[in-house]
């Protein structure tokens, strides 16, 4: 993670991406969603075919792995716009494509560390699982990748976080009590 920027990613909520403390759009929806599939993996690496099949589905280019590549550069670009050394946000490996971020730059991992460390708090100390908890819903902006839902391939995760969700409400509801 040395050597470059420090990058922030949210999904809980529309995708937000801030680069060493600014704001950064993402416009184009494809590169969201690679960005996405990344992050869900973090840190490892998603072979190219792999994130053809959760981006493009059944509508892939001629042009297969070439335009994850282009995807990748693009977002590369995003994210490490001063980029001058071998470094990178994201990683390229004979295994894929691997996003070199700490977790809790990730909201959806950031969000999840704390929630089950407020599991762990819930009846020894019921006012830091409370903290832990308020931390946690606290990053929560929206509906989970809000701007990416009609991805089939983020149903599944977007239903789990938000069961992960409710399971933070009824930790605080315990904690309470």
């Given amino acids: 993670m040395s050597g470059h920027p420090s990058v922030t990613i949210g999904f809980l909520g529309p995708t937000s991406v801030t680069?060493?403390?600014?704001?950064?759009?993402?416009?184009?929806?494809?590169?969201?969603?690679?960005?996405?599939?990344?992050?869900?993996?973090?840190?490892?690496?998603?072979?190219?075919?792999?994130?053809?099949?959760?981006?493009?589905?059944?509508?892939?280019?001629?042009?297969?792995?070439?335009?994850?590549?282009?995807?990748?550069?693009?977002?590369?670009?995003?994210?490490?716009?001063?980029?001058?050394?071998?470094?990178?946000v994201i990683i390229t490996s004979a295994a894929g494509y691997a996003l070199d971020v700490d977790p809790d730059h990730l909201d959806i991992h950031r969000f999840e560390r704390l929630v089950s460390k407020a599991r762990e708090?819930?009846?020894?100390?019921?006012?830091?699982?409370?903290?832990?908890?308020?931390?946690?819903?606290?990053?929560?902006?929206?509906?989970?990748f809000a701007d990416l839902a009609d991805r089939p391939l983020l149903e599944d995760e977007i239903r789990r976080l938000e069961q992960r969700r409710l399971l933070a409400r009824r930790t605080r509801a315990e904690a309470l009590i």
């Fill in 19 to 88: 680069v060493d403390g600014a704001a950064v759009v993402l416009t184009a929806r494809r590169q969201r969603a690679v960005l996405a599939h990344l992050a869900l993996r973090a840190p490892h690496p998603v072979p190219p075919d792999q994130l053809l099949d959760a981006v493009w589905g059944d509508d892939q280019p001629s042009t297969g792995v070439r335009a994850v590549a282009f995807q990748i550069s693009k977002l590369r670009s995003a994210l490490e716009p001063d980029r001058i050394d071998e470094g990178s």
């Fill in 121 to 144: 708090l819930v009846t020894d100390d019921p006012a830091r699982c409370r903290t832990s908890i308020d931390q946690a819903l606290g990053l929560w902006r929206g509906r989970p």
